[in-house]
Each structure stands twice: as C-alpha cells, then as structure tokens.
C-alpha cells in the first residue's frame, strides 16, 4: 500500500476544498508526524475547531488534553504548542478519540472547549467508519488513499464539540533523594521499596557491556 506524501496529500487537500490556513496546520503536521496518518488529519481538525470556538488568537498559551497517545497529541503539539515538554499537554487515556484546549486558570478549574467524533455523522463515509470502528473488514492502511480523502473532504463535518470545565489538581512541592541503587537524583514520593522507580517497577533496560576500544 502506497503511504501518501506531502504534496499528494496537498492534491487532496485542494480537491476537497480545504481552506488555506487549514492547509497549512495539516502541511505543518504531516511534516511533523513524518505521515499522513489518518487520526492526525482528524485530529489537525479538531484543534482548528477547538481554536476557533474559544476565539484564540495566534500563539496564546494554552493548555491541552489528548485523550488519546496516538496521532492526536503531535496535532495539538504543532498548531497551540502544547507539548509533553512545556508541561501544557496532558495524555488523559480514556480510549476515545478527542482532544480538549483551554487557557489558564488559578483555581482548579478551566474554561474549555472539547472537539469529539460525533460516530452519527461518520457512518456516510464507509472507509472512514470502518477505520473508526476497527472493523476486520478494514483492509486498508492508516494512510491510504480513500480513508486520507474521506477524512480532508469530511473535514469538520465529523465533529462534535462542548463546552467543558477541565480539573486539574494543584501543583504539589516535591524533594529529591539520592537512589541508593543507581545513585541518580529522584522524587522522594516516588521510592518504593527503598529505591527509585527506575530501578523498580518502571525498569526498562538492562545494563550491556560496555566495549573497550
Ligand atoms: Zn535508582
């Protein structure tokens, strides 16, 4: 199955009508992801929407929730720079696909808007609705031709949107303290057993050889 690049996803865009700037945010994207994939086109949508319903203007500092880790947050860390890295985006793994924006707020709460798949709207595109009911009768990739074409020509039209107030808790003090196992610097709270998480229960790599030259 052949991926789609830029600039076939650029003819798309034309042939489906999407707007200019919308052109731009998905280009801005796609680069970013390295492909087209479909939820990042979805996604690419979404936070257009979220943007526009909450009047933001260009380079705001927001802050975001993905409720997903796959495609949807690169779309909300290339268009409101809101990244893993600036603390600004939040992986919230309900299972649906949807993101949330909102500004800044003293208190525990925010104003927010929430972009979701209204699943009513997406039954007209077969391709797209059997990608999003992960239907075994779908054959195809996550980038391939029909479902890319179906999601730009859809482009809001499979949108749902809220208005929402997100929780978020206050953040807390912490002190470090040295692991006696590996020695490095970490949160105090985050022990178990006496030593850090890293060499508990998140280990993920075993020590290897170091070659002598
Ligand atoms: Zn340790």
């Known amino acids: 199955m052949k991926e789609y690049s830029l600039t076939d ?6 042939k489906c009508g999407v707007d ?22 979805i996604a690419a949508f979404m936070v257009d929407l979220a943007l526009e ?7 705001e500092k927001l802050y975001a929730v993905s ?12 268009i409101v720079h809101a990244t893993l890295g600036n603390h600004r985006l939040r992986i919230v793994e309900t299972g649906r696909f949807a993101i949330t924006i909102n500004r800044y707020s003293e208190g525990v709460r925010a104003e927010g808007i929430r972009v979701f798949i209204d699943g009513g709207k997406v039954k007209q595109y077969p391709t797209l609705w059997l990608w999003y009911t992960n239907d075994p009768a779908f054959k195809g990739s996550v980038s391939g031709e029909k479902l890319l074409e179906e999601i730009l020509c859809a482009g809001r039209g499979i ?23 590996c020695g490095e610097m970490a949160p105090a709270e985050g022990f178990e057993n006496g030593v850090c998480r890293g060499c508990g229960r ?9 070659e002598v030259p």
């Open 9 to 14: 996803i650029s003819l798309l865009m034309e």
């Open 20 to 41: 200019d700037p919308m052109q731009d945010y998905i280009r801005e994207c796609v680069s970013f992801h390295t492909f087209p994939a479909a939820g990042l086109l």
């Open 53 to 59: 319903k909450m009047g933001a203007r260009p380079g």
């Open 67 to 78: 409720e997903t880790p796959k495609c949807a947050p690169d779309a909300l860390q290339v």
């Open 159 to 181: 949108l749902a949107w809220e208005k929402v107030r997100v929780r978020f808790s206050a953040k807390k003090k912490w002190a470090s303290r040295i692991c006696p196992s």
């Open 202 to 210: 998140m280990a993920y790599y075993d020590k290897a050889p170091t």
